[in-house]
Every structure is written in structure tokens, then in C-alpha cells.
């Protein structure tokens, strides 16, 4: 089945960096577009970036534009999410989606904390 593994959370002191990351399985990963979305508590889930399948376009959400840079590695099946000048407000569960069915992982926590 279609998998989806996100890792790399933890909790960092304003103004850290943790880089997530994506493993994909079970499904050809290049040729999906890849969304990072987080869940803040007691909220929806908020789009953060995606990258096209051959990483040529990287959206962002704009209180993350500077701070977050979101690439994908085809050959190892994996995106990953760099995220540097953390904020108290980047708190949330992290997940990885793919495009065109959403499919998603089960998330790994940023607490973003001092």
C-alpha cells in the first residue's frame, strides 16, 4: 500500500531549524507533486508548500517564505522541508501529502517552543 513516512520533528527553541522528511513507498513518487500541510492545536490543517514533481516550482505560504525551503530527492523517494528561524507559531503537526488524491502520512510534531 502507499506509504508516506514523515520524520525529523522535535523540539526546538525560537529561532532553531529542523528538517523534515518525506519517505515515500509503493507508488511512483516522481510523478507527484509533494505538499507539506500542518495542523496547529485545536485548528485545520494549513497548506505550508509544495514542490512539482521535478521540483521546478516550490510554493510557499507566505509566513513561511525566507524560513522554509521544500525539495525533493526522486532517486531516494523522499521531500524533505527545511525549516530554519522557527517560531512559537510554527508549532503543529507536520505532514507530507501527495498531489492529485491527497494522500498523506501520519505526521511528525515541531514544537517550537522556549
Known amino acids: 500500500d502507499v506509504q508516506l513516512v514523515e520524520s525529523g520533528g522535535g523540539l526546538v527553541q525560537p529561532g532553531g531549524s529542523l528538517r523534515l522528511s518525506c519517505v515515500a513507498s509503493e507508488f511512483t513518487f516522481s510523478t507527484y507533486a509533494i505538499y507539506w500541510v500542518r495542523q496547529a492545536p485545536g485548528k485545520g490543517l494549513e497548506w505550508v508548500s509544495g514542490?512539482?514533481?521535478?521540483?521546478?516550482?516550490?510554493p510557499y505560504l507566505d509566513s513561511v517564505k525566507g524560513r522554509f525551503t521544500i525539495s525533493r530527492d526522486n532517486a531516494k523517494n523522499t521531500a524533505y522541508l527545511q525549516m530554519n528561524s522557527l517560531k512559537p507559531e510554527d508549532t503543529a503537526e507536520y505532514y507530507c501529502?501527495?498531489?492529485?488524491?491527497?494522500?498523506w502520512g501520519q505526521g511528525t510534531q515541531v514544537t517550537v517552543s522556549s
Open positions: 514542490i512539482s514533481p521535478t521540483g521546478d516550482k516550490t
Open positions: 501529502m501527495r498531489g492529485v488524491d491527497h494522500y
